[in-house]
């Protein structure tokens, strides 16, 4: 199992930002993918969920800035942010549980400038 996170970068604050997690070595069609963060000094926290039929959940803190999507033709799930804000500052990751496993990605860089 393979996921990929990229499209982080540096973004003032208001600005919007799509990160993308490639995912392989998975049937793609059949599991929820998951996006956490973690900022310098913090815990690692979940951010949101898309479930296998598209209905995606969110932690407060984002909820009405950030949405998700996944493509299963290109095997991808989408983290839309809009209105960012500094403390949105983190690396990005995403995960897949498979039989019990978490599987995560490498991580995108995304900082928000005030």
């Known amino acids: 199992v393979q996921l990929q996170a990229s499209g982080g970068g540096l973004v003032q604050a208001g600005g919007s930002l799509t990160l993308s997690c490639a995912a392989s070595g998975i049937n793609f069609s059949i599991h929820n993918i998951e996006w956490y963060r973690q900022a310098p000094g913090k815990q690692r926290e979940l951010v949101g969920s898309i479930s296998s039929g598209g209905s995606a959940n969110f932690v407060d803190s984002v909820k009405g800035r950030f949405s998700l999507s996944r493509d299963s033709a290109r095997r991808r799930v989408y983290l839309k942010m809009n209105s960012l804000k500094p403390e949105d500052t983190a690396v990005y990751y995403c995960?897949?549980?498979?039989?019990?496993?978490?599987?995560w990605g490498q991580g995108t860089q995304v900082t928000v400038s005030s």
């Open positions: 995960n897949v549980v498979r039989q019990g496993r978490a599987f």
